[in-house]
């Protein structure tokens, strides 16, 4: 029109539009668009809601293609939106929709923040799949989505893509594992007494004397279901992993990162190992060990009544 001392955006168009409807009026063009006395934010949200309308295409040169993790990431996020996976897993520090209904926080679903980086991908993606029990005494279950193959791999990825760690990744023991470090492991393993809280046959019960909320999964799974690296990170910090409402104990470090027993890494490590390379139930290995070691110290035993002097 007749306006001369105009920006020529489109923004400055529509705000001078918006205020003065006529402005733009010439001889020739007659404008009818009444005067609406319209407020700033009222003008804020048609200019929003107008220029929203003509998605501008960049130049290719300003456009991203969207690698395998990124998409599958952006499909993982619709989906857990989908499926309202927040109602019962607590996500990005958000306390899940399920968790008012119950007395004790630790019968929660276990969050999905890091899970990525927790599980391996092989088993991630069979448990979406078919989801299996791995804490029996639990009463909650997670329940089966039918999930289609694409479906959980997609889920898979993405949360190995929101972790920031190399997928798919499965964990496969050594057939030359380090010896020394396994049996010291184990040795560590019963030294810490680990097998009260995590059980891997309830045949005969729970444990005596247990709160089944101080129970965690079964560690037998450990190298089928966890990954090395994040298994050793979390037995050093677990509550900076896990959040402060675990109840696994800062066995080898305090929150503030002091060593707490006298080689925390040594420990660490080779318990990490004996998980890893597990070949049996944690109570077999216990009790033929302790069977081992009453056979040796009655063997040692000396009847001094047939005693030669």
């Not at 910090?237 to 675990?246: C, D, E, L, N, S």
Request: aromatic share 10%; glycine share 4%; with cysteine.
């Amino acid at each position: 029109g007749n306006v001369r001392d105009l920006p020529r955006t489109k923004w400055d168009w529509l705000r001078h539009k918006l205020k003065q409807p006529r402005a733009y009026e010439t001889e020739k063009i007659k404008l009818k668009m009444p005067t609406l006395h319209l407020a700033e934010d009222e003008i804020d949200a048609l200019m929003t809601f107008v220029l929203a309308l003509d998605k501008p295409t960049l130049p290719s040169r300003y456009a991203v293609a969207a690698s395998p993790s990124l998409a599958s990431l952006r499909e993982a996020s619709w989906m857990l939106a989908r499926h309202q996976c927040s109602g019962c897993h607590p996500i990005e520090g958000q306390e899940p929709h399920i968790a008012q209904f119950f007395e004790r926080k630790s019968r929660v679903a276990p969050t999905l923040d890091g899970v990525g980086a927790r599980l391996q991908g092989q088993y991630l993606y069979q448990f979406l799949l078919e989801p299996k029990q791995v804490r029996p005494w639990l009463t909650m279950r997670m329940p089966t989505f039918g999930f289609s193959q694409e479906q959980a791999r997609l889920l898979t990825e993405g949360f190995a893509a929101k972790a920031a760690v190399a997928n798919p990744y499965t964990y496969v023991a050594k057939a030359n594992i380090d010896a020394a470090r396994y049996d010291r492991g184990f040795l560590r393993f019963r030294h810490y007494k680990c097998i009260q809280c995590h059980p891997s046959s309830l045949e005969q019960g729970l444990p005596a004397d247990i709160d089944p909320d101080d129970l965690s999964i079964n560690l037998i799974l450990a190298k089928e279901r966890l990954r090395p690296e994040w298994l050793a990170e979390f037995l050093a910090r677990p509550k900076q992993i896990a959040g402060v409402q675990t109840r696994m104990p800062t066995v080898f470090y305090t929150v503030d990162g002091v060593p707490k027993v006298e080689r925390p890494e040594d420990d660490i490590r080779d318990i990490v190992t004996y998980l890893m390379g597990m070949k049996e139930a944690p109570e077999v290995t216990l009790k033929a060990f302790e069977e081992k070691e009453k056979a040796e110290r009655e063997k040692e035993q000396i009847d001094w009544t047939t005693y030669q002097y």
